[in-house]
Every structure is written in structure tokens, then in C-alpha cells.
């Protein structure tokens, strides 16, 4: 916490994996590919209840970084560049006592990247094209305050 209403709030995870579906004229395929990512995320958090209630909602706006790894696709070699977009999250805090308490939260990030399909003939390139992941998090876990 800065101040008694604004907080700062990290995000870091394990990777997560995500499916690739086609579209427009490879839609019929489904997925076409799979790729692991990780986002560390900060946002700028702002408490609006006093800092003695036991409950406290957030909100949160910031940035998030994504890396992408282990690129897989039917198709050839997959290539994804990383993507940094705009990150949101709602959440509440309840205190159990001084300090212990529980969290929820939803965080949404705006990730989007281009990708690149190179075809299994090692040599055919396609064009870029925009891959929107865009996924909601959602958390629940313990507070400690010290």
C-alpha cells in the first residue's frame, strides 16, 4: 500500500496454456495450435472503503507483459511475438483479524500478438496475422499483512 487507497498489485503465475482456432478460411480446422505463456502483470489499485473495514473492494487498472513459448501448430512452426496491452481487475479483500484475511479477484488482460505460420515445407511463410487471447483470471487466496 502507498497510501491508506492505493495499493499495488502484482500478478505472476505459472504459465498458462492456451489453444489457437483458426478463422475465416482455416475456421473449419479447430485448433490449429498451442503456445504457453507468461504474463507478469502490475496494476495501480485503489481501495475506496477505510483502511479498518474488515472488507475492502479494489479496482485496479495497469499493464501486463506476455511471453510466449513452446509454440506449437499442425500446420509447420508457429512464431508469436510477445504483447504488452492494458490490464484490469476488481477484487475484495476480508480481514479475518489483524492480519489474516481472504481474496477474490478478476483480473482481464488485453493480449494480442502477431503471429507467423511457417508451413511444414520449412520454406512457405504466411502472412501475420493477429492472435487475441485476451483471457479473465480469476483468484481466491489468504492475505497476511506485516
Known sequence: MFTS??????LAATPFKHNISGAGDI????????TKQLPPTI???YYPMKSSSAVQP?????????????EKTVLGELD???SVGVAVEFGVDYMLSEQFGLNAAVWWADINTDAQVTLADGVT??????VEIDPMVYMVGFTYKF
Open 5 to 10: 487507497n492505493l495499493g499495488l498489485g502484482v
Open 27 to 34: 475456421a473449419a480446422l479447430g485448433d490449429i495450435g498451442e
Open 43 to 45: 496494476t495501480l489499485q
Open 58 to 70: 479494489y479496482a485496479g487498472v495497469g499493464v501486463n507483459y506476455t511471453t510466449f513459448f513452446e
Open 80 to 82: 508469436l511475438d510477445d
Open 125 to 130: 511463410k504466411t502472412d501475420k496475422f493477429e
